[in-house]
């Protein structure tokens, strides 16, 4: 699956840095821009941005000025980042078209979290259909998994072992909840069976499988950073 790509504007050298570091652990593919004139460049040069994040304070053109060159040809959803929090500046942004109005200084994870919400609402990331972590994507309505990009056969309850796992990221699961969850409440087999697909399951996600974490006694929990 391409990665989707996002326009970041912001005349801060490491301001771009530090966004650009966040969305790109989570998948997406960057494209930079260092001031307002860069950016309009840069998003009529590239094909298929999926969204932008915008700077207000800028040189040769502020993100007000960009905003509105790019909401004459398109819709694509612009969060705002400021270093005013004054109301008339947001309502502004908002009468521009802006979607999301964020004032610096901010978390960057927050920031990734309104970039994904904002993605499922204009329906370019599908919230339920593609899940994604540490370089495993896996995409339900096609069936699909990727490891890295390149693609992995797996068994159906191995894929939906390994969706439960991405949909419940950093959460202890009992093998009596993965069983119920799985291979749902009308099985009456051995919860040992858990063990065994997981190990098939760790074998082909390869190095990534050190991702299922064993919790001796109960179950296993899927963790990227392995603990």
């Given at each position: 699956?391409?990665?989707?790509?996002?326009?970041?504007?912001?005349d801060?050298?490491?301001?771009?840095?530090?966004?650009?570091?966040?969305?790109?652990?989570?998948?997406?593919?960057?494209?930079?821009?260092?001031?307002?004139?860069?950016?309009?460049?840069?998003?009529?040069?590239?094909?298929?941005?999926?969204?932008?994040?915008?700077?207000?304070?800028?040189?040769?053109?502020?993100g007000?000025?960009?905003?509105r060159?790019?909401?004459?040809?398109?819709?694509?959803?612009?969060?705002?980042?400021?270093?005013?929090?004054?109301?008339?500046?947001?309502?502004?942004?908002?009468?521009?078209g802006?979607?999301?109005?964020?004032?610096?200084?901010?978390?960057?994870?927050?920031?990734?979290?309104?970039?994904?919400?904002?993605?499922?609402?204009?329906?370019?990331?599908?919230?339920?259909?593609?899940l994604?972590?540490?370089?495993?994507?896996?995409?339900?309505?096609?069936?699909?998994?990727?490891?890295?990009?390149?693609?992995?056969?797996?068994s159906?309850?191995?894929?939906?072992?390994?969706?439960?796992?991405?949909?419940?990221?950093?959460?202890?699961?009992?093998?009596?909840?993965?069983?119920?969850?799985?291979?749902?409440?009308?099985?009456?087999?051995?919860?040992?069976?858990?063990?065994?697909?997981?190990?098939?399951?760790?074998?082909?996600?390869?190095?990534?499988?050190?991702?299922?974490v064993?919790?001796?006694?109960?179950?296993?929990?899927?963790?990227?950073?392995?603990?």
């Amino acid at each position: 699956m391409e990665s989707l790509k996002i326009l970041v504007v912001d005349d801060e050298s490491r301001m771009r840095k530090l966004v650009r570091d966040f969305l790109t652990k989570k998948g997406y593919s960057v494209i930079e821009a260092a001031d307002g004139e860069e950016a309009v460049d840069r998003f009529f040069e590239t094909k298929d941005i999926a969204l932008i994040i915008l700077d207000v304070m800028m040189p040769k053109m502020d993100g007000w000025q960009v905003c509105r060159e790019i909401r004459q040809y398109s819709k694509v959803p612009i969060i705002m980042l400021t270093a005013k929090s004054d109301e008339k500046d947001e309502l502004q942004g908002f009468d521009l078209g802006v979607d999301e109005y964020i004032t610096k200084p901010f978390s960057p994870k927050i920031l990734v979290a309104r970039v994904e919400a904002i993605l499922r609402r204009s329906n370019v990331l599908a919230s339920e259909d593609v899940l994604e972590a540490g370089g495993i994507v896996l995409n339900k309505a096609a069936h699909e998994v990727t490891i890295d990009g390149q693609p992995v056969e797996l068994s159906y309850k191995e894929f939906e072992l390994l969706s439960y796992f991405l949909s419940n990221q950093g959460v202890a699961l009992s093998r009596e909840r993965i069983l119920n969850n799985v291979w749902n409440y009308d099985y009456f087999g051995d919860a040992r069976t858990i063990d065994t697909h997981v190990k098939k399951l760790r074998s082909k996600l390869k190095e990534k499988g050190d991702y299922i974490v064993t919790i001796w006694g109960m179950g296993y929990k899927f963790d990227v950073n392995g603990k």
